[in-house]
């Protein structure tokens, strides 16, 4: 398979309207940059030192995070990421309003997501045959398949931020299909309806700390992990302009005017997305769940 064609740029030259426009952009070492503190891979090391054992955590200090599976079994590794999930929410916060800070004006005002994914992705054969078992963890544990992120609850206009923790390789990655990017994709809310025009799939090979950026409405899933490494990824998102939700999303999320948060105006960060249809649609999808079900009508 080959891999995505990358345009290379810094925190400062870097334009969200060229992401939102198809580019998969790359900032080298960009997680560091933002990270001020203490770095992922360290926290990470410590998650692994008090859930499986500090000789793991020691272990896994020489043989690098990409052997996590050899340290550690599946329900460690589950545990890891759930304890690593919680120690870094307050940072990956942090992390956002840092990036909000850190790149030149944009065209259009940034707004923050508080969206948080650890995607520890081990070795298919480590994984093999517990799909049903880890069926929550789709996405953060075992592969997701392929879809648009606007089809669940992010705005149409949202950006990934998908920071390699630990190498990224081209086998145990990302796969995206550039062709398809805004293509009129049928599918089931969940899944991808097959035989549709969507192009060829492209791969992507990132090092330590690099942070690639893509629009969430590229069609894109794990690339499952015929390699030898777990590949370890936080995501963050943002958005690129007032959020706008996908008429049929299944869910909604909220996106802040970061100049609001930590101010007394705090409560109204979130307004520019909480007044939208799309948020109108959540209301009505959560009052109709509500409802007894003899009143409901099917069909
Ligand atoms: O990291 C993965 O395997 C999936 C990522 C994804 O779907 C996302 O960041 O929206
Ligand atoms: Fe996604």
């Given at each position: 398979m080959p891999l995505a064609t990358l345009?290379?740029?810094?925190?400062?030259?870097?334009?969200?309207?060229d992401v939102l426009a198809g580019e998969l952009v790359v900032v080298r070492g960009g997680l560091d940059q933002l990270a001020a503190g203490r770095p992922f891979a360290h926290t990470a090391l410590e998650c692994v030192a008090a859930v499986a054992?500090?000789?793991?955590?020691?272990?896994?200090?020489?043989?690098?995070?990409?052997?996590?599976?050899?340290?550690?079994?599946?329900?460690?590794?589950?545990?890891?990421?759930?304890?690593?999930?919680?120690?870094?929410?307050?940072?990956?916060?942090?992390?956002l309003l840092r990036f909000a800070e850190k790149v030149s004006p944009q065209r259009r005002r940034l707004y923050v997501s508080d969206h948080l994914g650890v995607r520890i992705m081990p070795p298919r054969s480590c994984?093999?045959?517990?799909?049903?078992?880890?069926?929550?963890?789709?996405?953060?544990?075992?592969?997701?398949?392929?879809?648009?992120?606007?089809w669940f609850n992010t705005a149409l206009n949202s950006v990934n931020?998908?920071?390699a923790v630990s190498r990224v390789r081209h086998d145990n990655g990302l796969l995206l299909w550039p062709d398809a990017y805004r293509s009129p994709l049928r599918h089931d809310g969940v899944r991808l309806v097959p035989h549709q025009q969507i192009g060829e799939p492209v791969e992507v090979e990132l090092g330590r700390g690099d942070v690639l950026l893509?629009?969430?409405?590229?069609?894109?899933?794990?690339?499952?992990?015929?390699?030898?490494?777990?590949r370890w990824v936080v995501t963050k998102r943002i958005c690129l302009g007032p959020p706008r939700y996908h008429p049929h999303a299944t869910g909604w999320t909220p996106y802040a005017d970061p100049r609001l948060l930590g101010t007394p105006l705090a409560p109204l960060a979130p307004l520019r997305s909480t007044l939208t249809t799309g948020r109108a649609r959540q209301l009505l999808r959560s009052t109709r769940r509500s409802l007894p079900l003899r009143g409901r009508r099917y069909g």
């Open positions: 345009r290379v740029t810094t925190l400062r030259e870097l334009d969200l309207g054992s500090p000789e793991a955590g020691h272990r896994l200090t020489s043989l690098g995070l990409e052997a996590l599976h050899t340290v550690a079994e599946v329900a460690e590794i589950r545990s890891v990421r759930d304890e690593l999930d919680r120690r870094v929410r307050p940072a990956a916060h942090q992390l994984v093999d045959g517990r799909e049903g078992q880890l069926r929550d963890y789709t996405g953060f544990l075992i592969p997701t398949d392929a879809h648009v992120d606007s931020l998908w920071m893509f629009a969430g409405d590229h069609l894109h899933a794990t690339r499952p992990n015929t390699g030898p490494e777990t």
